[in-house]
């Protein structure tokens, strides 16, 4: 499916997920991104969110659902989802950044409503954009 993408979509996610990993002054490179069967990104956070000090955590996001926080079970096979972003697909990386701060700051998660963000009809040439961003200032 990487192909289908084109190289620009595919080099945007990869930019666009540095970008969110800037905005979270994180260090090294514990991320990934996938483009099969869906397109995809996973960065390991460095701390573990209060009350939660047996699992560790992770931003993902995908094409359908966007961002969200998730625990890391003893399994390692599934992740608990315990919060999204719903706002957008593809928000800003200060914006998914200050998302998962606020979880680290102890604010309330989200609601009970699994409803994912608006469907994304210009997803492609959104990511494609990021693939010549530049990091913040």
Known sequence: MESELGEAVVRGLHRYVRL????????????????????????????RLPGQSECDVALVWNESTGWALALETDSREHLLVVDRLRDEIL????????????AYAGEPMGDEDDAPPPICEDLAERLTGYASATLPA
């Open 91 to 102: 928000p800003p990386p200060r914006v998914v950044a200050t998302f998962a701060r606020d």
């Open 20 to 47: 969110v990993i800037e905005e979270l002054r994180l260090s090294g490179n514990a991320y990934y991104t996938h483009f099969d069967p869906t397109v995809g990104a996973y960065i390991a956070l460095d701390r």
